[in-house]
Structure formats: structure tokens, C-alpha cells
Nanobody, 128 residues
Framework: VQLQASGGGLVQAGGSLRLSCAAS????????MGWFRQAPGKEREFVAA????????LYVNSMKGRFTISRDNAKNTAYLAGNSLKPEDTAVYYC??????????????????????WGQGTQVTVSS
């Protein structure tokens, strides 16, 4: 499985963007998917997850209501849409996949070790 993240860039505070994660080598609709981000000098943190079987979503509390994780099975692509962006959202955003949807509890997918495959990251910079 290869994941290709894209869609990052420079956006003004209050703006929006949509990140894409295109998968090859596997069928995305059965995967558990996740997005993480890492700001300079900080650890990688969980942003959102989407279960492979039920389509259940989970968000970190600080981003709930501003970010939406989704998937387009026809395009074999997952997305992370963000709005009302803040300068503190500036980070490299990574998508990740668990092709086997190994965990029934979506809370497990807040842990980066739940994922087998990672995209290369896409930079998001929010200017004030």
C-alpha cells in the first residue's frame, strides 16, 4: 500500500483547505484511515480517524467541528477538510492506513502504532 498526501499550502487564518490521501496497491474502503500532524518541535499528534467497517469517525476535541475526515471509494482517496483554520494548525499533516482494520474500537486509532502505512506528509501553513 502506498499513500500519497497532497493539498497542503499557505492559507490565511479563518480560511479552509482540503487534504487528500490517495492510495495505491490496495482498496481503501476497507481500511481504517487516520490523519496526524506534527508541528515544529512538537510530537506527532492525532487529528482524526475513520473506521474501515462502519465509517465511524473520531476527532481530537480541539479540532472537532472544524475538521472532517471522509473517503471517496471510487477514487480510492481519503480526505481531511479543515475550516476556520488557526495559526496553531500549522504543521505537516500525515495520512495513515490500517488495511486490515485490526481494531474494532476506533479509539485505538488515536495511536500512531495502529497504522501500518503512512503518507509522506503535506505542509499546511496558516498565516495570522
Amino acid at each position: 500500500v502506498q499513500l500519497q498526501a497532497s493539498g497542503g499550502g499557505l492559507v490565511q487564518a479563518g480560511g479552509s483547505l482540503r487534504l487528500s490521501c490517495a492510495a495505491s496497491g490496495s482498496i481503501l474502503n476497507v481500511h481504517a484511515m487516520g490523519w496526524f500532524r506534527q508541528a515544529p518541535g512538537k510530537e506527532r499528534e492525532f487529528v482524526a480517524a475513520l473506521s474501515g467497517s462502519t465509517g465511524t469517525t473520531l476527532y481530537v476535541n480541539s479540532m472537532k467541528g472544524r475538521f472532517t475526515i471522509s473517503r471517496d471509494n471510487a477514487k480510492n482517496t481519503a480526505y481531511l477538510a479543515g475550516n476556520s483554520l488557526k495559526p496553531e494548525d500549522t504543521a505537516v499533516y500525515y495520512c495513515a492506513a490500517d488495511p486490515r482494520s485490526s481494531y474494532s474500537a476506533i479509539m485505538q486509532y488515536t495511536n500512531p502504532y495502529a497504522y501500518d502505512y503512512w503518507g509522506q506528509g503535506t505542509q499546511v501553513t496558516v498565516s495570522s
